[in-house]
C-alpha cells in the first residue's frame, strides 16, 4: 500500500534528470524528459539538508558494517539519508538496495506494469446534477 501523500527527495529528481541526457534514442529521451517535468510539477521535494547530511553518515557507517560500498550504493544512501532525518518510511521497487540500515522503515512496491502505464487513465462519470 502506497502512503497516502507521495513525496519524493532531491536526490531522487537528480537521478531522474540523468534519465534523459543518457538515453539512447530521442522517443526514449523524450519520455524520459516528459518523467521529469511529470516529477518535477507534482512534488515539493525533500532536500538533502544538513539533518539529512547527519543521517547519511549513519547509513554510510551501516553499509560498510554489512560488506557493501557506500561510493555505488551513494544515491540511494542519500535517499535513506533523507527518508531518515524526516522521520519517514521508505517506498520503494528495490528493498535490497536499503537492507541493514539501522532505523530505516523499507515499504517494498511492486514494480508498475509499464504497459498499463501507457494507457490513459480511466475518465471519471460525472454525477448528475440534482
Aim: hydrophobic letters at 40%; proline letters at 11%; glycine letters at 4%.
Amino acid at each position: 500500500m502506497l502512503p497516502v501523500e507521495p513525496l519524493v527527495t532531491t536526490v531522487t529528481l537528480a537521478e531522474l534528470y540523468v534519465g534523459p541526457l543518457v538515453a539512447t534514442t530521442d522517443a526514449d529521451r523524450a519520455a524520459r524528459q516528459s518523467h521529469v517535468q511529470q516529477a518535477e510539477s507534482d512534488f515539493d521535494p525533500l532536500p538533502f539538508d544538513v539533518p539529512a547530511a547527519r543521517a547519511f553518515g549513519r547509513v554510510a557507517l551501516a553499509l560498510r558494517r554489512s560488506g557493501r560500498a557506500v561510493k555505488p550504493r551513494a544515491y540511494d544512501a542519500m535517499i535513506a539519508a533523507t527518508a531518515l532525518a524526516n522521520g519517514l518510511p521508505l517506498y520503494t521497487c528495490n528493498p535490497k538496495d536499503f537492507t541493514g540500515i539501522d532505523g530505516l522503515t523499507v515499504v517494498s512496491v511492486p514494480v508498475p506494469d509499464l504497459a498499463a502505464r501507457d494507457e490513459p487513465p480511466p475518465r471519471r462519470q460525472r454525477r448528475a446534477k440534482r
